[in-house]
C-alpha cells in the first residue's frame, strides 16, 4: 500500500482531481469502491479535504487515488436540471466546497451596480451559509462624487455586509482587498467588465488572468466536461470564480424559505402574526411593519416581493 497524505482539491477535470499537498499538487482519481455507489451530490469537487494514498508512478501522470473525503462544513451549490443527469431524482451539483467566505464585485459605474443581481447573490451566499460575505465595489476612479455611491452600498454595511471601495486602476484599496483574501478560500465574483480580473492582477501579478483562464475554459467546454480550479494565492488562500460561481442563484430556495436568506428580514419573522406569513399583505406583519418605519429599506423588500414572485413562478410546472 503507497503513502497516505491530506490535501486540498483545488482542480477536477473529467474525473481527474488535482490534490494540493505538503508534497505538492498530486494528480488523482478515485477509489472504484468510492464512485460504485449513487451519489446525490457530487463526491468530490473544488474545496474538499481528501485523503490520498500515492502511487508509484511518474510525477506527470496520475500520481495518488483519493481514499477518503472529509465530511464537508458547507457547500456551494446548484440543482442539476433533471435532463442532464437522465433521471428524475434531483442530484446537487458542488460548486465548490468549504468556502470560507463570498466576495461579490460590482462597479461603481462602468457598469453602474445591478443590486437586484447583487441580492440574488446574497441569498444564494445565505443559503450556503458563507460565513464571511463582503461587497467589492470597483472603478470608484470614474465616479466623481463617492457618496453616491458610498449612500448606495450604505443599506448593505448597515445590515452586516462589509463594502470594500475600491479601483485597480489608482490602486486605491487593493492592500485592503488583498489582506481580505490571504489565507481564505474565496468566491470572488460578479458580473463580467466589472474589473474582477484586473484586481486580482493589481493584487499578484497574473493572478486575474489565470483565474479567468478557468473560467474561459469553462465557458468553451463541452457540458459533459466539467472543469473548475481555484488558484492559490501567493500569500495563501485560495480564489475561484467559476462560470458555475457566476450563475450561482436561489432558483432552488423554496418561497417560503426566502425570507430567511434577506439577513435583515429572517430575525423579524418569527413576530408576524401567521406562521406562514408571506410579508405580502397579511395583517400583522412584523416584516411590513418594519418597512414602515424604516427599520427594513425600501429597495429591499420591493426586492424580496420580486425574487419571491419569481420563485413561485419556477415552483408553478
Ligand atoms: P472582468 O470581466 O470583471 O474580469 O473585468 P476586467 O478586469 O476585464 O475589466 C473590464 C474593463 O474595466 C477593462 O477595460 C478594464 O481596464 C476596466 N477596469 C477595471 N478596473 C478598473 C478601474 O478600477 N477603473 C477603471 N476606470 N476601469 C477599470
Ligand atoms: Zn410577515
Known sequence: MGEQLTGLVIRTQSGFFTVDTLQGPIVCQLRGRLKEEYQETDLVAIGDRVTVERLETGADTVGGVIVAVAERERVLSRVAPRSA????????????????????????????????????????????????????????????????????????????????????????GIAALHDVLVGKISVFTGPSGVGKTSLLNAIEPDLGRRVSAVSTATTKGRHTTRYSEMVPL???????????????????VEPHELDGYY????????????????????????????????AVSAERYDSYLRLREMLEEEYVY
Open 85 to 172: 443527469v437522465g433521471t428524475s431524482k434531483e442530484r446537487e451539483q458542488v460548486i465548490i466546497a468549504n468556502p470560507d467566505q463570498a466576495i461579490f464585485v460590482f462597479a461603481a459605474a462602468q457598469p453602474g451596480p445591478h443590486l437586484r443581481m447583487l441580492d440574488r447573490f446574497l441569498v444564494a451566499a445565505e443559503k450556503a451559509a458563507i460565513p464571511a460575505i463582503r461587497i467589492c465595489v470597483n472603478k470608484i476612479d470614474l465616479v466623481p462624487d463617492l457618496a453616491a455611491t458610498r449612500a448606495l452600498f450604505a443599506e448593505y454595511e448597515r445590515i452586516g455586509y462589509p463594502v470594500l471601495y475600491v479601483s485597480a486602476k489608482t490602486g486605491v
Open 234 to 252: 501567493a500569500d495563501g488562500g485560495y480564489v475561484a470564480d467559476t462560470p458555475g460561481i457566476r450563475a450561482i442563484s436561489p432558483w432552488d
Open 263 to 294: 439577513i435583515e428580514i429572517a430575525p423579524l419573522v418569527a413576530d408576524c402574526k401567521f406562521p406562514d406569513c408571506t410579508h405580502t399583505h397579511e395583517p400583522g406583519c412584523a416584516v411590513r411593519a418594519a418597512v414602515e418605519r424604516g
